[in-house]
């Protein structure tokens, strides 16, 4: 039986407003990022499938996650026909396109919800949660919205208030409604009938919510937070990771399964409970989403330190349901870019070659951030450039510094655009860019490339079973196999000289920057090691 193409994946994600810009207007678009893709084909890196985050009309409150029309390309990013070429010239090079999709909410911009709103009698009235306001104004229920305040919203020009999970320009989808559904399926079969190889699905977790909405119970010991943040406050069990999520999730699937030969559907998912895992991947009969982020154990949240990591590791692995497949993630939109969590006075230039190390070669899927093949790190924004809303909302928090311009070459505008980019680039960094790096063989892109020709070359290392080894303080370390091929992985976590595992002795250094003493690793230092019967 041949083995599903995204189990042996790397997959790389594209944020689009900040990739490449083709036409000066400092923002990202798809002519860009398609003259780009050389970066990330077999010369480059050599990745599997790209995921874009939206690239959909957009009434860009939330950049792309604010949907106008689900089966079109917004103007920034330019037209259908410049997303058939990218795809075309995408599979040129071996790789396919996943894109980002947002079932859990529209835009209020979209012509469904335009229509929604003109009054109970519209045929979509059901399609989004109306409801009239109780006595003295209160809302229908006491969910809040994940960007601050409660998840209700009045509707300016009508009686009732609107479901809004993120800003209230972003309306919650009611899927119950069988019009809603049949709608909402049809737009991701468009691009699939198109050429897309599947989905990541946002916030998939979200789209069952209690048919009563019920109030969803404050959660142990964050009462205080209840005036504050109510969504931070509550334990979560009517408004996500719903019971009735797999049999959604199964529609999902069947209509993926009927419009493509091999479909991959990666769902953004936080468990609140490890139970909730269960829910994302659905039953042989009826199975749900291939792959799915848990976000509640998840490599994006931890220090850098071995033993966090090796917890973290076997928490999510011991979660998953029987035959279920990990994913791994480091960095992405919403998160600080892991080489300035790791490493946050920038005083560890090695550890970005350290993390990609331990990245590429867990049991999993990889998804990697577009930027960390070179280390990018967060840019500090200046208040008066700051966009996201969830800064503006929280100020700190905001996610602008990982979402900034890719860094191609040196010098300025950074060969991403050369207009003024809509984010700061952060200026002239020395070897902080693609151009740079590519002519470097002791570069982090260049490790990157070499890790992944490594997963190519080696099964056990895409496919292999996985076994942590006991090794010194400070030091992660484990062995992958398959079908009697074994490869050995010790990445030293900590602040001194370790040694590596006694294991690992006698193996071939398949790579490694060991700069001291061979079975050494310096602080940052890693070895992959061939354990070959013959090796
Ligand atoms: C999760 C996405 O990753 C995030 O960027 C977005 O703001 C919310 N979902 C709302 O769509
Ligand atoms: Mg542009």
Known sequence: MTEPWWKSAVIYQIYPRSFADSDGDGI??????????????PDGLGIDAIWLSPIYRSSNHDFGYDVSDFCDVDPTFGTLSDFDELTAEAGRLGMKVVLDFVPNHTSIEHAWFQESRTGPDSPRRNWYFWRPSGPEGAFPNNWGSTFG????????????????????????????????????????????????????????????????LADNPIAEGREALVGVMPWLAQAHVNDQNHPDLPALLAEIRRMADSHCSDPLLLGETFPDADDHVRLYYGTPDAPGLHLAFNFNRSLCDIPWNAKAFRNTISRAEDVLPEAA??????????????ATRFDANGTAPHRPKAAATILLTLRGTPVLYYGEEIGMRDVR???????????????????????????WEPGAGVGFTTGEPWLPDGGDVPGLDVATQAADPDSTLSHYRNLISLRRARKSLRLGSFTFLDAADGVLAYVREHEGERTGIAVNMGDGVAPAPEFLTGGEVLLGNPAGEPGLLEPDGFAVVSLDRDG
């Open 28 to 41: 990202g678009d798809l002519p860009g990022l398609a003259s780009r893709l050389g970066h990330l084909g």
């Open 325 to 338: 497949w990990p994913c791994w993630v480091m960095s992405n939109h919403d998160r600080a870019r892991h």
């Open 149 to 212: 305040g409660p998840a209700w919203q009045h509707d300016p020009d009508g009686d009732e208030l609107y479901l809004a999970s993120f800003t209230p320009e972003q309306a919650d989808v009611n899927w119950r409604d069988p019009g809603l559904r049949e709608a909402m399926l049809g737009c991701m079969a468009f691009w699939l009938d198109r050429g897309v190889w599947g989905f990541r699905l946002d916030v998939v977790d979200r789209i069952a919510k209690d048919p009563g």
């Open 381 to 407: 924004i200046p208040e008066d450039r700051q966009l996201d809303p969830v800064g503006n909302a929280f100020p700190g928090l905001g996610r602008d510094p990982e979402r900034t311009p890719m860094r």
